[in-house]
Each structure stands twice: as C-alpha cells, then as structure tokens.
C-alpha cells in the first residue's frame, strides 16, 4: 500500500555537526550493447535469448518501416503533419517490450513503436496522423492514452493512472514517455513531484534526442543529465544509451518492478539522437550542421543490433531479407488499408463533445445529417 | 432534511457522492486533515480515509492533469483549486486534456472528473482570491461550467455535475458559503444540469443572473415590487451548455432584460446572453439589453471592493432604465 497522507518525517538530531552533507545523489548510466555491435558481459539475460533479440530487432525496424512509410505518404499528399522517430526506435521499443499489457502507456507524439508493439494497428496510426481521429479509438490497447501534442502534459496523465491503480490495489503500472524539451515545463516537474509524494506506480521515461524542434539540449537547461530531474522529486533517475535496446528495456522492466513493488516511480533519461527534422513540417537544416547528423548514425540501434544478432547468433542474410519483406508487406497492408477507410460524417464533429449533446449541438448535429 | 449553508450543502454531497459511488475521490490541497481552507470538506478524510480524501501538493496544473488521468481510469475525481484566482494553471490541462478526451478518442476514454473553486468577491479576501472568470471556462466545447446560488442547488448540482459523465467546473460563490441556510433534503436527488432556475417570476422584466449575485438581484427585485414592477429573476446555474430556452422565453414574456455578473464586462458570460437574445428575441425586446457588471478592471483590493461589484441599488436603477421604455 502506497503511503497516501501524512506520515510526516521528522528532523534527524544527527545534524548538529556544522559541516556534513545534507543529501547525496548519483545518477548512474547504463549501456550494455554498444555502437560497433559488443554486448557487455553484465548484460541482462534475455539479452543472450536469440529470439528475444529477434524480436526486438524485429520491432525497431517495423517502427523504422512505418516511419518510412508515414513520410512517403505525407510527401505525397495522403497523410497530415508526421513526427518521425528515425533514430529513437530502441526507446519505443524497448519501453513497449518491457511492459505487461495491463500497464498503461501514456506517450507524447514519437512513440509510433511503442503503440505498435502494444496492438495499435498501423492504419490506426495512420489515420490519426493522416488528420481522423477513430485513430485514437484503436482497437488495441483500449486504455492507453492517444497521442499528446501540448508537449509535457502528459507527465501528469500518467501518475493519475498509476494512482488509480494503487488506490484501487492493481498490479499495474503506468509509463509516461516524453521528449528532452517536455522537462523543462511544469508540468513534468508536478507529476513527478506528485508521484514522489505517493510512490505512483509510474515510469516517466524521457527521450533525450538532443533537440526540441531548433533548440540544443544545451539551451534547454543547464543541467548536467535531465535524470537528475527526479532527484528534486525524490524518485530515482538514471541514464541509458537510448540507442541500446537491451538497456532500454531493463532500465524499463527495473523501474517497473519497482512501481509493482510499492516503491513508486522511476525517471529514465534515454540518450538518442534525432535523425530527422522535428516533423514533416520542419526544416532542421536551417538551424543544425548536415555534419553532426552524419556523426550520430553510427550510433543508431538497427545497426548494433544485427551485428550483435550476426556474430553472437548467426542472424543469416536470407533471415533479414524474409523479416524484411515481411515487414514490407504488412506496413504496405496497413497503408493500403488507411487509404480505403471512408471519412467519418459530418455528424461527428459534434456527435463526441459530450456524452449526451446539449439542445443546441443537437441542432447543429440536424443540421449536419441534412447535408 | 437538514438546514444548511452553502458551503455545507457542499459538503454534504460530497459526502454522499464518495458514499454511494466507490470512484469518487476527493483531492485538492488542504482538503484532508484541515477540511478545506473554507471547510468544504470538514471531516471527509476522518470518515473516508486517506485512500477517498487526497491532499495533494500546491500543484494546480498537476491536479488538474492527475484528475484527467483517474477520470480516464473510471475513477470520479472532484478537485478542490483552493481559490478560482489560482485556476488558471490548470487551463491547459481542462482545455486540452479534460475536455476533448472523449472527442479526441471517439469516446474511448472519458473525463468524468469535477473540477470546484470558491469564486468571486466580496468577503474582503487578499489579492487574486475574488475573481469571476467562469466565462473564460463557458468559451471551451467539451466542459460544463456550473454555479449554484444557494443551498439547495449547489446539493443538488454538485451531486449532478460528480454523476455527470463529462467534465464540469463547478464555481461555489464563496461571497454566500454562509451567508445563509435553507432545508436541503440530504435523500442524494440531484438537480439536473442545463437547467435554467425562475428564483421569481414576473411579468415586466427579466433580471438574469448567476452566483452570490442572484441574492442581490432578488432584493432588487422586491424593492422594485415596491414600486410597482413585477420583475423576474432568473438563475442561469449551469454556463455551459446554457439552458436558452428557459432564458429567451421568459425575455420574450417581460420585453425586457437586464443581465448582472460579477465578472468584467467585455467578453463577459452576459455578452452571450445579450448575443442570444439579440438573435432570438428582438422582436419581443420594448427596451435596449441592460448589463450590470464591474467595467473591465482588475477586482480592487477589499478597501474598494465594493466600487467594483454589482449592488442591489445597481440593479435597481438598471430595472428602473429598461422600465422608462414602454
């Protein structure tokens, strides 16, 4: 049972000595699968299970297929606004892979991965980015939260999930993901703040990608890590290469089995870097060198992954082929299929702003039937 | 049945409301072991426990956006913000959270969550604690805004706006948390939302109002009896959506009307009002739409408060305009 109220601490008398440090903190990082493909001995064990790693690998570059596919489509006319994740697949992945599916993922708008894993179909995803909004009403998980675009809002989201799940004595978790610029507002330092106090069963995993549309992470905050952000709210905070999905998914499966334990919520500061432009309607050329983009695609996680999969399992040619024909086809499927959904009618506009429509929306949704 | 104040009658459906549904939690700061800073929720936590009655940190935006998160988990948060001057951190997450979660997932998720905050002036408080911004929350689709004037309905309302599916910003005119009692009958009948209340019926002018202000509007109206003018008052109760109906039919009776709130004039929830009527009873109109409301001023500190909110005398002179017209 999580401490709900007001078991108040009370001041140490050990503190009369003038000179001692008040508190002390550290935040660790953690990598196990580095760049050039070497897993560390200290890896953790499903990182030796051959189809565990197939299926990781499996997810990133689905995710990296759906991307492809989403800019394509959007290039052409025949989708909205799309936030790429080239680059940060192995922070959706590895987030989705540890969780159960009773936890609940709360996402910010670059975790298309993470959703994917968990059952959203990809012409769902498609068809709220291609502009319609039953792509948030996916047929998958039904209790994630959509997509959240007022960047940090949704920090709060999830510690109320994970409230309700202690308060209700469930052996569930909730998983907040965010971007490097989410964690300068507010409201991330409340949720966290609050999931402190409560030891909320939660998980705020921040995607550190170096950029928040054209401002560096060194113009976002003075901070030495952005994990070190959790220390203010008493949860722990760690680091892990973001580009290592290995690490990602046990820093996740840890802080999970924390939030199960009753010892509450985790921050997971995930180093990455973004590869892309903000969204299709960015232009990241105008604001950062072609050159230090270059610099970080060695580092990004399909690549060590398969050669970790080559070398220590004997992932073959023909493997990677028919997995990515595989993948070919089903995101080609979805596509296909994103483009066949006939629109919604006019009466929806109104039909979902309240449960039961007030007289004048049911004029207005008359009005709309008649057309 | 039991004879009640504002604030208790408050109390008391909220009480009543975390009896009879296992989902109702009541957080906010304060509201535990103190009650609430104007004890709405004296005793709640004693009798419910730490599990119903949450005190949260000083963290308005973060109460708000950890209510949207229980409400989509089936939980019925009702979020005490300690005073309306302190809600606008959490527009962000009603405006962009709380109320488009059903529109936004196509009714998936939902956001049955009460968000309560003493509002408006009168009770010589400090600054930013006698705002009226009501009508900056009656501009967002998706959410109720509801504000009882006496007793009776702010029993009645509450229990409707914790029961009610969608998310509702319940305003408590703090100015008339005591000022006086009225039997509530405690039996959990709620009053129904979108509803329009006649206080007095009349048949020469109709005097539209909302919150601690309708007492004054009553007075004004039992003065103006005194001089020969039958007015009727109206409560308008719930904001949004408003009940048009109840108010154009009553000003297409009288042919007049006059509309007081505490909040500053432009942009006022009147303004809507007078729009409506505008539109829909011109041609019953025999005098020009008065509005009775503070010019668009910051609220005064309490040494000049009262230059800033509508008094009886105010209405009064605003009937006695509209009644020079025949």
Redesign the interface.
């Known amino acids: 049972m999580p401490l ?3 078991e108040l601490i009370g001041m140490s008398d050990d503190r009369m000595q003038a000179a001692v440090d008040a508190a002390e903190f550290r935040i660790p990082f953690k990598r196990y699968l580095s760049a050039d493909g070497t897993l560390a001995d200290a890896a953790p064990g499903f990182a030796s299970d051959r189809s565990e790693l197939v299926r990781l690998y499996e997810g990133m570059l689905r995710t990296r297929a759906f991307d492809t596919e989403a800019i394509a489509l959007q290039r052409t006319g025949r989708l909205g606004t799309y936030a790429s994740s080239l680059g940060q697949e192995a922070v959706a992945i590895g987030v989705a892979a540890a969780m159960r599916p009773e936890d ?1 993922l ?1 996402p910010s708008f670059r975790e298309h991965g993470a959703q994917i894993w968990r059952g959203v179909r990809m012409e769902e995803l498609f068809l709220y980015w291609g502009g319609d ?2 792509g ?3 047929s998958g998980p ?2 994630d ?2 997509v959240c675009v ?1 960047v940090g ?1 949704q ?11 202690s ?1 209700r004595h469930e052996d569930r978790c ?1 998983v907040v993901v965010g971007g490097d610029g989410s964690t300068s507002r ?2 991330f330092h ?2 966290m ?2 999931a402190g ?2 030891k909320v069963p939660a998980v705020f995993v921040v995607n550190n990608n170096q950029w928040a549309i054209s401002v560096p992470r060194a113009a976002q905050t003075a901070a030495q890590t952005l994990a070190q952000k959790a220390i203010g709210a008493g949860i722990p905070g760690e680091q892990v290469d973001g580009c290592d999905v290995i690490a990602v998914r046990d820093a996740v499966e840890r802080a999970l089995d924390r939030g199960r334990r009753g010892e509450g919520a985790t921050l997971i500061e995930c180093l990455t870097y973004r590869l892309s432009d903000h969204t299709t309607s960015d232009d990241a050329t105008r604001y950062r060198e072609d050159a230090e983009v270059s610099s970080h695609w060695p580092e990004e996680p399909t690549v060590r992954l398969r050669t970790l999969l080559t070398e220590a399992h004997g992932w073959s040619r023909d493997e990677e082929e028919a997995l990515r024909k595989e993948i070919n086809g089903a995101v080609k499927a979805a596509s296909d299929a994103y483009l066949q959904i006939d629109p919604q009618p006019a009466t ?1 506009i109104v039909d ?4 039961e429509l ?4 049911k004029a207005v949704r008359d009005q709309l039937a008649e057309r | 049945m039991a004879e009640l104040t504002l604030v208790e009658a408050v109390r008391s459906a909220l009480s009543k409301a975390l009896e009879e549904d296992p989902a109702v ?1 009541v957080l906010g700061e304060d509201v ?2 103190d009650g609430g800073v104007f004890r709405a929720t004296d005793g709640l ?1 004693q009798h419910f426990g ?2 119903r009655v ?4 000083l ?1 308005e ?2 109460i ?12 019925k ?1 009702v979020a005490e913000i300690q005073f309306q001057g302190f809600i606008h ?1 959490t527009l ?2 009603m405006a ?2 709380a109320a488009r979660l ?9 956001c049955p969550m009460v968000l309560r905050a003493p509002y408006g002036g009168g009770v010589h408080a400090p600054e930013h604690h006698s705002e009226s911004i009501e009508a900056i929350f009656a501009h967002i ?2 959410l ?1 805004v509801v504000i009882p004037s006496s007793p009776q309905r702010a029993y009645g309302l509450l229990l409707s706006a914790i029961r ?3 998310p509702v910003v319940f305003f408590e005119p703090k100015r008339i948390y005591r000022a006086f009692k009225e039997d509530v009958a405690l039996d959990g009948e709620a009053l129904p939302l ?1 509803k329009a209340f006649v206080l007095r019926e009349g048949q020469d002018v109709s005097v539209i109002s909302w919150g601690a202000v309708t007492r004054d509007c009553l007075e004004a109206a039992e003065v103006m009896a005194g001089e020969g003018v039958d007015a009727e008052v109206l409560d308008v109760a719930t904001l949004k ?1 408003y ?3 109840t108010l154009m039919a009553s000003v297409r009776k009288t042919g007049r009307c006059v509309i007081v709130h505490e909040a500053p004039r432009t942009a006022g929830f009147g303004a809507e009002i007078a729009a409506r009527v505008a539109e829909e009873a011109l041609d019953g109109l025999v005098a020009p739409v008065r509005r009775v409301t503070p010019p668009d001023i910051i609220p005064p500190l309490p040494r000049q408060e009262q230059l800033y909110l509508p008094s009886k005398d105010d209405v009064c002179t605003a009937i006695r305009e509209v009644m020079a017209w025949q």
């Not at chain 1, 007030?358 to 929306?361: E, F, G, K, R, Y």
Request: hydrophobic residues 35%.
């Open positions: 709900l109220g007001r609940v709360v909004e039953r948030s009403d996916f039904r209790e939260f959509p007022p809002t920090y709060c989201h999830g510690v109320g999930v994970g409230l309700a799940f308060l909730s507010g409201d409340e949720a703040n609050m106090v409560w929806a979902y702003t309240y449960a007030p007289t004048d929306l | 939690v535990g072991i936590w730490s599990g949450l005190d949260t940190p963290s935006a973060g708000a956006g950890i209510s949207v998160g229980l409400a989509a988990q089936g939980m948060p951190a962000d997450q962009n959270h059903r529109n936004r997932t196509r009714g998936r998720l939902t689709p998706g109720r009610d599916p969608d979108d959506p009940d048009a109906a």
